[in-house]
């Protein structure tokens, strides 16, 4: 399977609507991602994963997906992914919701994947909000439901979890994809340059300890006055890093062999001797 991960930068207080950076991104899906079997964008791309003052204005209305309509900033990415023909997870948006949650709050961060007819095939709330308190735990609710699936077509036999950047931080989530039947860990994030060696860290170490393979999109740019980590990554179920991106605006194109995952776990069986 081919893997593009598209590592999306901005620069602080750049002018660039959401309406401007969808086209941009859609632009990026086509040059990018042709070719591919599967391509991935960061966290909050369209919101800025730092900048929660413009998360309301930013946010965007979901309730339509089962019907087919797309919001505004996934309509010119789900019309370059119908161009390419590949499985598209869009990283996430700022969801709005006119019920609100359990904390009585209306937004949520939220995941999209598209099929190559740009037809939703999946989506995944992030569970574990970053912010101690403020940021995403003051404004956002917290989703509650582990997420794996089937990709389609081209990338057809592949089973992923979808968990969203702080979410990494957390490995009994990986423990409940792995149950699920998980072989691949996709991860969208807007993980800070501050912290940027836990990243590295934490995707080998959920990639070794449940032998699946990770593939991870950062942003790169600066999110209100955070510089990001970029470093975008994919590593194998062994934990070696097959690729790994820099610090600025960057694409990584990679092939996978999605039958290492079962090699790996036969060859070293540590799972059976799990005992919790």
């Not at 591919?36 to 309301?56: K, M, N, Q, R, Y």
């Not at 979808?162 to 699920?180: G, I, K, N, V």
């Not at 970029?230 to 590593?235: I, L």
Request: aromatic letters at 6%; charged letters at 25%.
């Amino acid at each position: 399977m081919k893997v593009a991960i598209i590592q999306l930068g901005y620069a602080e207080g750049a002018d660039e609507s959401v309406e401007a950076r969808a086209q941009r991104v859609a632009g990026l899906v086509r040059s990018a991602g042709a070719g591919h079997d599967l391509v991935l964008l960061p966290e909050l791309w369209s919101a800025g994963g730092f900048a929660s003052t413009e998360w309301e204005e930013r946010s965007q209305d979901l309730s339509g997906l089962e019907r087919g309509e797309l919001p505004p900033a996934l309509v010119p990415v789900a019309e370059a992914t119908r161009e390419i023909g590949a499985v598209v997870h869009t990283g996430s948006v700022v969801e709005r919701t006119v019920e609100p949650g359990e904390e009585g709050r209306h937004l949520w961060n939220t995941s999209v994947v598209l099929d190559p007819r740009g037809e939703v095939c999946a989506t995944y709330r992030k569970i574990h909000r970053f912010g101690f308190g403020g940021g995403e735990p003051k404004l956002m609710e917290a989703g509650g439901e582990v997420v794996v699936t089937d990709l389609p077509a081209p990338a057809d036999g592949l089973r992923i979890g979808l968990s969203t950047c702080y979410d990494l931080r957390f490995p009994e989530l990986y423990r409940a994809q792995l149950d699920r039947g998980a072989e691949v860990f996709v991860i969208p994030s807007a993980w800070p340059m501050a912290r940027v060696e836990h990243w590295r860290l934490l995707l080998r170490a959920r990639a070794v300890e449940d032998q699946c393979f990770v593939v991870a999109a950062n942003t790169a740019g600066t999110h209100a006055g955070v510089e990001m980590g970029g470093h975008s990554a994919v590593v194998d179920p062994a934990g070696s890093v097959l690729a790994e991106a820099g610090a600025e605006e960057e694409t990584l194109s990679i092939e996978i062999d999605a039958s290492q995952v079962g090699r790996v776990r036969e060859a070293f069986p540590v799972l059976s001797d799990r005992r919790l």
